[in-house]
């Protein structure tokens, strides 16, 4: 039985995993952030869940993308962070990119994350 892989990576926005691969002919995508649907913000409230900034202990409101090259695995990696609104904004910043809207409806509803 095979599968396809990749090619679908940027139409799943979480990724508990914290890791995704882009085509090594493929440019580094630039980082992203993007507001946190708010059902999926209560939800993982209610999880007990805080923004992954160390020390921060806001609720999680903005998700950040940040794309790079792994040269242990030769390829380009995604790594995800769930943060609060104010380091979703710095994180924007410090890539002079905006924080985008959410996502027109819930994206999780997947229980059973490892952290
Ligand atoms: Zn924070």
Redesign the pocket.
């Known amino acids: 039985m095979s599968t396809v892989p990749g090619g679908d990576a940027m139409t799943v926005r979480y990724h508990r995993n914290g890791e995704a691969e882009v085509p090594e002919h493929q440019a580094r995508p630039r980082p992203v952030a993007w507001s946190i649907h708010p059902a999926d913000a209560a939800e993982f409230a209610a999880d007990g869940l805080h923004?992954e900034?160390r020390r921060?202990r806001?609720p999680q409101a903005v998700v950040t993308w940040r794309w790079w090259r792994s040269a242990e695995v030769g390829k380009v990696l995604l790594t995800e962070h769930l943060?609060?609104l104010?380091?979703g904004q710095q994180f924007a910043a410090r890539h002079h990119t905006e924080v985008e809207p959410p996502p027109p409806r819930p994206c999780s509803s997947r229980h059973g994350r490892s952290r």
Request: charged share 10%.
């Open positions: 923004c900034t921060c806001n943060v609060c104010e380091h």
